[in-house]
C-alpha cells in the first residue's frame, strides 16, 4: 500500500479483556517495529520483526504482550488481560531491508488508541 | 540508562521566525540520528536524518546539526509557518544484543504564533 496501515484507529475494551492491532506495512518492506506512545510522551520500543522473525522483543512490557508476523507483511499485537495501564497509543513503522541497522527510515502508521477501562 | 532527552519541552515561536529544537543525546556508540514530527492524531513523520560522520545536513527549510563532542542534536527550522506547529522528537539508533533500534527522546512541542 501507499503507507503503513494501522487498525482500528480506536479501541475502546473493558479491563482483563483481550484486544488485538493490526499493522500492515509498506510493500516489501521487511522491517517492521511496534511502538507504545502514552499520553505526552516520547515512543516506547516493544519490538522488531525481520522478516517473520521477532529478533528483539526486548520492549514487550510483560507476557500479556505478544506479537507475530505472517507472509512477512502483516502484524499483529496481541495485548491479553488488558490493564488500564495498558492505555496508549500503539504505533507500527516498517522499514526496507534491514531497518535501522543499515540506517534505513521508518515509516509509521498512524497507531491505534487503546483505551483500557 | 543510555537515553535520548531534549532541553525544552515546549517552544513558543513567531510565525516568519527561526525555530531550534535541541535534543541531548547520551550514547557516544549512536551513529545515526533522525527527527521526526508528530501532528495531533497521527504517527510521527520523517524530517531529517544525519550520520555521525557528518556535523550538518540540509533539507527543505530544515536543518540539523550534530555535535559529537558534547553529544548534542539541533533542529533548525527556518521562516516558520503554522503548519510546522506539532511535536518534534529526535531520535538516535541505538545497537542493542540483538538488533538496532530507535530511541525516542520525550519530544518538544512547537507552537507557531500568527
Known amino acids: 500500500g501507499a503507507g503503513v496501515s494501522q487498525s482500528p484507529s480506536n479501541k475502546v475494551t473493558e479491563k482483563g479483556k483481550d484486544v488485538e492491532l493490526r499493522c500492515d506495512p509498506i510493500?516489501?518492506?521487511?522491517?517492521l517495529y511496534w511502538y507504545r506512545q502514552s499520553l505526552g510522551q516520547g515512543l516506547e520500543f516493544l519490538i522488531y520483526?525481520?522478516?517473520?522473525?521477532?529478533?528483539?522483543k526486548s520492549g514487550l512490557p510483560s507476557d500479556r504482550f505478544s506479537a507475530e508476523r505472517t507472509g512477512g507483511s502483516v502484524s499483529t499485537l496481541t495485548i491479553q488481560r488488558t490493564q488500564q495501564e495498558d492505555s496508549a497509543v500503539y504505533l507500527c513503522?516498517?522499514?526496507?531491508?534491514?531497518?535501522?541497522?543499515?540506517?534505513?527510515?521508518?515509516?509509521f502508521g498512524s497507531g491505534t488508541q487503546l483505551s483500557v477501562l | 540508562g543510555e537515553s535520548v532527552g531534549l532541553h525544552l519541552p515546549t517552544l513558543s515561536v513567531q510565525e516568519g521566525d527561526n525555530s531550534i529544537i535541541n535534543c541531548a543525546y547520551s550514547?557516544?556508540?549512536?551513529?545515526?540520528f533522525i527527527w521526526y514530527k508528530q501532528e495531533s492524531g497521527k504517527g510521527p513523520q520523517f524530517i531529517i536524518d544525519?550520520?555521525?560522520?557528518?556535523d550538518k545536513r540540509q533539507g527543505q527549510r530544515v536543518t540539523v546539526l550534530l555535535n559529537k563532542t558534547v553529544k548534542h542534536l539541533s533542529l533548525q527550522i527556518a521562516a516558520t509557518q503554522p503548519g510546522d506547529s506539532a511535536v518534534y522528537f529526535c531520535?538516535?539508533?541505538?545497537?542493542?544484543?540483538?538488533?538496532?533500534?530507535?530511541?525516542f527522546g520525550s519530544g518538544t512541542r512547537l507552537l507557531v504564533r500568527p
Open positions: 520483526f525481520q522478516g517473520n522473525s521477532a529478533p528483539d
Open positions: 550514547n557516544s556508540a549512536s551513529d545515526y
Open positions: 510493500s516489501g518492506h521487511t522491517a
Open positions: 544525519i550520520r555521525s560522520n557528518m
Open positions: 531520535a538516535e539508533n541505538i545497537e542493542g544484543d540483538s538488533s538496532y533500534k530507535l530511541i
Open positions: 513503522a516498517s522499514s526496507q531491508d534491514r531497518g535501522t541497522a543499515t540506517n534505513e527510515k521508518l515509516f
